[in-house]
Each structure stands twice: as C-alpha cells, then as structure tokens.
C-alpha cells in the first residue's frame, strides 16, 4: 500500500500546508508549472520518491529537470503523468491515443487549474486534475489531492483545500 500526493500549477509559490498534508505520503506526484526549482526540490525533500513533469509555464532549468510526459507502474497501478492532458470527452491533442496506447489505470494532468475526478469508463483509466495549489491564476480554491493504491486499486481518494489564511478543509 502507498499513499499519493498530487499536486500541479504551484507557479513557484510554497505553502508549508503542502508538507503537513503530505508528510504521511510516500510518493508526490507534480503535474506541472511546477515555477521554480526550489518548490521541486522542497517536495522531493517530503518523501522518498518524486516525481514531476514539466509545465507550459516551466523554463529551461524545470525543463532539463523533467520530462513532459511520464509513464509508470506504482503499487500495480499504471499511471501517465503530464501537464497539459484535458479529460474524458475533451482530451488534449494526442492523449487519447497516448491512454489507448499506454493502457494505464491512472491518467493525472494539470494545467486547467480546475479540479477534476472523472472515470473514463471507455478507456478503463480515472483520471485526476488536482487543480491549482498555487496562487498564480483565477481558481478561487487552491487544491490538492491524496489517493491510496493497494495491490492495484485506487482507493481513498481526498481532496483537500487549502483556505486563505487558514487550516485546510
């Protein structure tokens, strides 16, 4: 068993809630505009494994660091990992024919800065947009997302909300 934290669209910002709400994590997942290399390193300082794609808004530093697009099997799930990735029904360029070829269980992008869970039940893949955790764009929310995989599940699912000067929900 292992538990996710999933995180996109941070823009360089850090918010030290991201570290209480992952510490019980052993993997973080950043789908991209990541910002700055300090807010990758600080997450990648959380837990034993990291892992990131690049954003549209990432430089070249970000970009050396990254790839765009990642392809993995973690806790028997299979996951693609990249920024710009769209949703059931209104996938980006090219992802639709990336699922199809790749077949994961898990298809995790950002970009949108709005947070989406929403199986494909066509393609056999959930897949997750955590939103925005950053403060740069015109979410109201900033967002962030926990998951559980088991022996090939996904289970236990949580969003969590990090309020304006405040606890998170």
């Known amino acids: 068993m292992k538990k996710i934290g999933i995180i996109s669209d941070t823009h360089s910002y850090w918010d030290d809630r991201y570290a209480l709400h992952f510490a019980d994590c052993d993997e973080i997942w950043h789908a991209g505009d990541i910002g700055n290399e300090e807010v990758a390193l600080r997450l990648e300082g959380l837990v034993p494994v990291f892992r990131a794609v690049y954003g549209n ?13 990642e392809i993995f099997e973690t806790e028997g799930v299979k996951v693609v990992l990249t920024h710009i990735g769209g949703y059931p029904g209104r996938y980006a360029p090219g992802i639709r024919n990336r699922l199809q070829l790749s077949q994961p269980k898990l298809f995790v992008c950002g970009h949108s800065h709005i947070l989406k869970v929403i199986p494909d039940r066509q ?3 959930l897949t997750i947009n955590p939103g925005a955790a950053g ?35």
């Open 57 to 69: 808004a990432d430089g070249a530093v970000l970009r050396r660091m990254f790839k765009e697009m």
């Open 123 to 125: 393609l056999g893949v």
């Open 135 to 169: 403060r740069q764009g015109w979410q109201k929310v900033r967002t962030l997302i926990k998951l559980t995989l088991d022996a090939g599940e996904i289970t236990g699912c949580q969003v969590i909300e990090l309020a304006e000067g405040g606890e998170a929900q």
